[in-house]
């Protein structure tokens, strides 16, 4: 069986070694870059499993690399960051981060990170790479084995979890989900009050499925109760 192989980036070299003796006692594979563009070279010559990135790195930062890794590549990334206000932590997970750490950090604690986005990306997203049936709704296709989506012909960029939550509404259209609902399924954790996540991603889904020019929204607010999937 093939090791699962880490991408370790950051431009401090004690930290990446450091994550790295602790990852391979784990028995991962790790290689590291020290910044963004070199990051970037590994991911598109390399099979990458999941990807540990700091934010602020020389020549290309870490939300330039997240931009680019998504339009082409679907992993778990975890920012590990020395930026700790709240803007920054939803800004990291609204562009495509799966979970954010602040620095100072302890090893076992990224370690138990890592083993639990693993275990949520091979039981969350590897049920839908085995389905073959695309979601059509008019002009919008959502496709389950590409994890694409298209309106009215053109590709719309998506982050994993912004697909995950969109596939699940739209496999169930007219369906009632609470927020608490969609937390849980797509996130595989259990809610927790106050978290404005799912918000967040649902408005950035709604712009880029450019509901502000239609009459009919694809996804319904359901005030009170959650959002649905208008089909």
């Known amino acids: 069986m ?26 991962y594979q790790v290689i590291k870059a020290y910044d963004g563009q070199e990051a970037m070279k590994v991911i598109q010559s390399q099979r990458i499993d ?26 778990p990334i ?48 590897q049920p839908m790479l085995e389905q073959t049936a695309a979601l059509e709704f008019g002009g919008l296709v959502i496709s389950a084995d590409e994890r694409t989506v298209t309106l009215y012909g053109k590709n719309i960029i998506v982050t994993p979890k912004e697909f995950d939550i969109l596939y699940l509404m739209a496999s169930h259209p007219k369906k009632v989900f609470s927020v608490e609902n969609i937390f849980e399924q797509v996130w595989g954790e259990a809610y927790f009050q106050g978290s404005n996540t799912v918000m967040v991603h649902i408005r950035t889904l709604r712009k880029k499925l450019e509901e502000d020019k239609r009459k009919d929204k694809w996804i319904k607010t359901v005030w009170g109760v959650g959002y649905s999937f208008n089909g």
């Open 2 to 27: 093939r090791p699962i192989s880490i991408l370790v980036a950051d431009d401090e070299v004690e930290i990446a070694e450091l994550i790295s003796i602790h990852l391979e006692k784990e028995g």
């Open 50 to 75: 999941l990807l540990i990135m700091d934010i602020m790195m020389p020549v290309m930062d870490g939300y330039e690399v997240t931009r680019q890794v998504r339009e082409q590549f679907n992993m």
């Open 78 to 125: 975890i920012f590990l960051s020395a930026k700790t206000s709240d803007f920054d932590k939803v800004h990291g997970l609204v562009i495509g981060a799966d979970d954010y750490m602040t620095k100072p950090f302890t090893p076992i604690e990224l370690v138990a990170r890592v083993n639990a986005q693993l275990r949520r990306f091979m039981k969350l997203n």
